[in-house]
């Protein structure tokens, strides 16, 4: 048996999550409603095609061959993690019955569509049997799967591969402690600064050209993607030299769709910085979803709301927008940094953002083990967002029904967002001891300099390691929450003019 026989299966398989990555793109951008029914079908047949070839007796032989001892030494490095990630997969997926597996796809389609129609009507009522099909089907998968402690677990271990929940409860006790008393700090004694100009209306063909010239000023490759709009922005990579973005506009919001588009434009520097060698390889993907939302906080908040960007982009912005002619580059600047909480995950600022994915975690993790039931979801939602935020949610459709995750099945995804906040702050941190004055580059507009470090350091190797061997292989150190804290201090101390707590 030879490697190359591994690798032409595994090329036929992701030919097949190819095409099922491409459906579901068509069905949140460009498909008419109509289509919805037969699409997900297509969607189902897909994933089970790929489905049954990743627990097929061929593969079963492969992991069989490929991990005795003797046949493990001979192999490469890449060849070896290869094996390692597609047994992984094989071993946990295997015991799920295809039909199932189908059927799940299927209700995930489905669940997607019915998500966008009860999120615009703001009615919960319409989502919940469709998230109940998919919360069943996920805790049944799990049974197939077993666990040791949690069953979260194992939703965790898709997404960041070795985080138990017991590992983010420290992480967030830990960050909690600093966290929430440094927000309370900026509301009773900084001075929030003015946004007023903020408000107005934004023509939105003029916001589509600025997403553009954002996206190009990143180094984005127009000929390995597009951006389109849609409900809730993402990033989906269809295959090598295809990585495609979208966005949302609001014509009464400038702020959303620009930061909207450097998010998910960092997650397709991403992808497409991945070595060519590992094309329809299983490593031919992000190294964990924690690693991949490093790189789109990076591009969105440390480089997009950072004062040296702005000193660079700033003129280009208002010859774009004339009413912000007359507005100061330092006053924009703290405007788009306003640390409060606010009802919106994706819209939230760098401070409080956590404290939205510290509450779905908890839903979440709460609702797999069954201590909450689907019902119950919108008023726990709106109980913890009191909790955790003060903040009082008017309807569903600023609530419980914000995020496309759940309809889709991605649950244990939420946890990536808060890993990734922390993961970028001390690559960021690492990359300014390393780039000759980084933020002197970034407001000169030299962002190729953080992009070819980025891709030096973490793009090409995909997911030849684990995200904790990553960061310690890119920073010297395991994951640490301080460097976190220590940026959003920095500069939001500045910025509302206080001494932090800890430093009086």
Not at 401 to 410: E, I, K, P, Y
Request: charged share 30%; with cysteine.
């Amino acid at each position: 048996m030879d490697i190359r026989e591994f690798y032409d299966y595994c090329k036929e398989i992701a030919s097949y999550t190819s095409a099922a990555a491409l459906v579901e793109w068509d069905m949140r951008t460009k498909m008419p409603p109509k289509a919805a029914p037969d699409r997900s079908m297509v969607a189902g047949k897909l994933g089970r095609t790929a489905f049954e070839m990743s627990t097929s007796p061929r593969m079963a032989a492969f992991v069989e061959y490929f991990n005795r001892p003797v046949v493990d030494r001979q192999l490469s490095e890449v060849d070896r993690r290869n094996v390692e990630l597609e047994t992984k997969q094989y071993r946990k997926i295997s015991a799920i019955p295809p039909d199932k597996y189908e059927k799940f796809t299927v209700a995930c389609s489905k669940g997607e569509y019915a998500w966008q129609e009860a999120k615009a009507k703001s009615d919960f009522a319409m989502f919940r049997p469709y998230l109940e099909e998919i919360v069943a089907y996920q805790k049944e998968f799990i049974e197939y799967c077993g666990y040791e402690k949690n069953r979260y677990d194992v939703l965790l271990d898709d997404y960041e591969p070795s985080v138990t929940t017991e590992d983010l409860r420290v992480i967030i006790d830990g960050l909690k402690s600093e966290l929430v008393p440094f927000i309370r700090q900026l509301q009773e004694e900084g001075k929030r600064p003015d946004t007023s100009f903020l408000k107005g209306t934004f023509d939105k063909a003029t916001q589509e050209q600025l997403s553009l010239d954002i996206l190009k000023a990143m180094t984005y490759d127009f000929d390995a993607g597009r951006i389109d709009e849609t409900a809730h922005p993402f990033t989906t990579g269809i295959g090598f030299g295809d990585v495609r973005v979208t966005t949302h506009y609001y014509e009464d919001n400038v702020a959303s769709a620009l930061f909207s588009t450097m998010h998910e434009g960092g997650h397709a520097l991403y992808g497409q910085g991945i070595s060519e060698e590992y094309r329809w390889m299983p490593i031919h993907k992000g190294a964990s979803m924690g690693i991949h939302e490093s790189q789109s906080r990076t591009w969105e908040n440390l480089v997009g709301r950072s004062e040296a960007f702005w000193k660079y982009y700033y003129p280009r912005f208002q010859s774009r927008f004339a009413q912000f002619e007359g507005v100061p580059v330092e006053d924009f600047y703290r405007a788009i940094n306003v640390a409060e909480p606010s009802l919106i995950r994706t819209e939230a600022d760098e401070v409080t953002y956590n404290l939205h994915v510290m509450l779905r975690f908890e839903i979440e993790e709460a609702l797999i083990n069954g201590k909450v039931e689907v019902a119950d979801l919108p008023d726990l939602w709106n109980a913890k967002m009191k909790e955790y935020l003060g903040v009082e949610v008017p309807d569903d459709a600023h609530g419980v029904l914000q995020d496309v995750h759940w309809s889709g099945g991605l649950f244990g995804y939420f946890p990536s967002y808060m890993l990734g906040n922390l993961y970028a702050a001390q690559f960021f941190a690492t990359a300014r001891q390393e780039i000759p004055d980084l933020d002197g580059q970034i407001a000169a507009g030299h962002l190729d300099m953080l992009r070819e470090w980025q891709r030096s350091k973490i793009h090409q190797y995909g997911a030849l390691y684990d995200p904790k061997d990553l960061v310690v292989r890119v920073t010297g150190k395991p994951l640490d929450y301080h460097y976190f804290m220590s940026e959003v201090k920095e500069k939001y101390s500045r910025i509302y003019g206080i001494v932090p707590s800890e430093s009086k």
